[in-house]
């Protein structure tokens, strides 16, 4: 069983620019996450989609945007970059119900310069 | 609210020592538990879980105990490897967000 892909592995944007990620989750899995992880912030949460609706929502600006689409796929939107989005933002799959685990990708590292 | 308190690293171990990683957790209601490990390079991976109290989770020899009365979740391997030098993350489910701990990196020498 293919495990959660994300697409691109690594990206590097100038300040301003937007970039979108992709992630794949594992086939039957409803639900997508996203978390962003940073050396000063850990990991922290993004969104959660589930049947193309975001479910659960983390506290991050407005220009952080996701969507999920009816294959379960999911892509996330970041707009006008700036420096301190320089993060590895990590997908990740469940079947959204109660309790169960989430399985992640590998991850895309985004460098902002 | 919720949160997660893992121990500071560097844990620095012989091969063959003994293990534990303390996390300590705050929450509402009843989370689930995890663990993830972390290897240079990629995601997370679930190293074990357990979803109610007294519940031990285990896995590739690591376990984990689901301790109500404590609020913890410690993290105990008997003979650890040079292949377990990784970042370990405790974390909580609460309403389909994991909430994570800080990572404790986790360095075993031969």
């Known amino acids: 069983k293919a495990g959660v892909t994300q697409t691109p592995r690594y990206l590097i944007k100038t300040r301003g620019q937007q970039v979108t990620l992709s992630c794949s989750p594992i086939s039957g899995h409803r639900s997508v996450s996203w978390y962003q992880q940073t050396p000063g912030q850990g990991l922290q949460f993004l969104f959660e989609?589930?049947?193309?609706?975001?479910?659960n929502k983390g506290n991050f600006p407005g220009r952080f945007s996701g969507r999920q689409f009816s294959n379960s796929r999911s892509e996330m939107n970041v707009s006008t970059l700036e420096l301190g989005d320089s993060a590895l933002y990590l997908c990740?799959?469940?079947?959204?119900?109660?309790?169960?685990?989430?399985?992640f990708g590998n991850g895309t590292r985004l460098t902002v310069t | 609210g919720n949160s997660v308190t893992q121990m500071e690293g560097p844990v620095t171990l012989s091969e063959e020592a003994f293990l534990t990683i303390n996390c300590t957790y705050t929450?509402?209601?009843?989370?689930?538990l995890f663990w993830y490990v972390q290897y240079p390079g990629e995601g997370l991976q679930l190293l074990l879980k357990a979803t109610k109290a007294d519940d031990k989770g285990s896995n590739k020899g690591f376990e984990a105990t689901y301790r109500k009365e404590t609020t913890s979740f410690h993290l105990e391997k008997g003979s650890v490897q040079v292949s377990d030098s990784a970042v370990y993350f405790c974390?909580?489910?609460?309403?389909?967000?994991?909430?994570f701990g800080t990572g404790t990196r986790l360095q075993v020498f031969p």
């Open positions: 974390a909580l489910l609460n309403t389909d967000k994991l909430i």
């Open positions: 989609y589930f049947s193309e609706t975001q479910r």
């Open positions: 929450a509402t209601g009843y989370p689930s």
């Open positions: 990740a799959s469940s079947h959204g119900t109660t309790n169960s685990p989430l399985h």
